[in-house]
């Protein structure tokens, strides 16, 4: 039998307080606020040539409210602005809501980088307020941000340079509604979507659609444990985490692990800002 000194029980134990204490810090004090930002192609089909090689910049579910710092959120917008995007989408949550939230919008998003051909937004659950249920605080959220030039797309058509962007508005909120968008899309054309929840794509009305979906929303889980999936996911596709999703019918998927966060804890899901540079599919 091997005897363990009281000795190396003590160390042992100490080492594993301190690595946990270490992981505790640094999903709370560090990777909330480790941005990175990814670069990679977006294929677009029928992508108009003046537009190959132009990047568009998505960001999401920044979250300005209590929970988020607004200095990051700045330094990250003023690390995007100095890219002098051609486009830029922002893919819903501009807020975590409270009671004075509606006064803490300009404050950040008059940073907001804006794309030197267009900015243009989609709302997310939490820009309706408390459960997702108050329509008047999701028209202030807009009247707010569009002075700082970004275009908040509600089940709308916005065309840039002859590619089309529809946005839908939230799921959750109930206001989401493809019929109003899609039928205007002429398939002829490239064109995107901006879709804040991603199990949208799960739902009928997608037939006539060949193209992207960019999305939000999840946060990426904000904690994933090595080689498993994130434990919570506000989503009911649970495949559905981050990054790149071939779909049925010729559509492809992205989810932004976003910016912000609702509660400041991240681990092995870092915020993100992606650059995507446009190219012929």
Known sequence: MIRI??????????????????????TWQVEPHRLELIRRPLRIPRLPARLAGRTLVQISDAHV???????YLIAAFRTVAALQPDIVVFTGDFISHHDDVL????????????GRMATLAILGNH???????????????????????????????????????AGVDDLWAKQFDLRRVLPRLDARRA???????????????????EGWILS???????????????PLLPVRNRRYTAGEFELAGGRRLYISRGLGHLLQVRFNVRPEITIFEMRPA
């Open 5 to 26: 000194s009281r000795r190396r029980l003590l160390t042992a134990a100490g080492l594993s307080l301190g690595g946990a204490v270490a992981t505790g810090l640094y």
């Open 65 to 71: 409210g209590r929970r988020v710092d607004d200095q």
């Open 103 to 114: 006064t803490q919008i300009p404050n950040v998003y008059r940073h907001f980088p804006r």
């Open 127 to 165: 820009d309706y307020g408390p459960n997702w249920a108050h329509p008047g605080i999701a028209a202030a959220v807009v009247g707010a941000v569009e002075p700082f030039g970004i275009t908040v797309l509600r089940n709308e058509i916005s065309e840039v340079e002859g590619l089309q962007f």
């Open 191 to 209: 064109s995107i979507v901006l879709s804040h929840n991603p199990d949208t794509v799960d739902l009928p009305g997608w037939s006539q659609y």
């Open 216 to 230: 939000g929303h999840t946060h990426g889980g904000q904690c994933k444990p090595p080689f498993l999936p994130p």
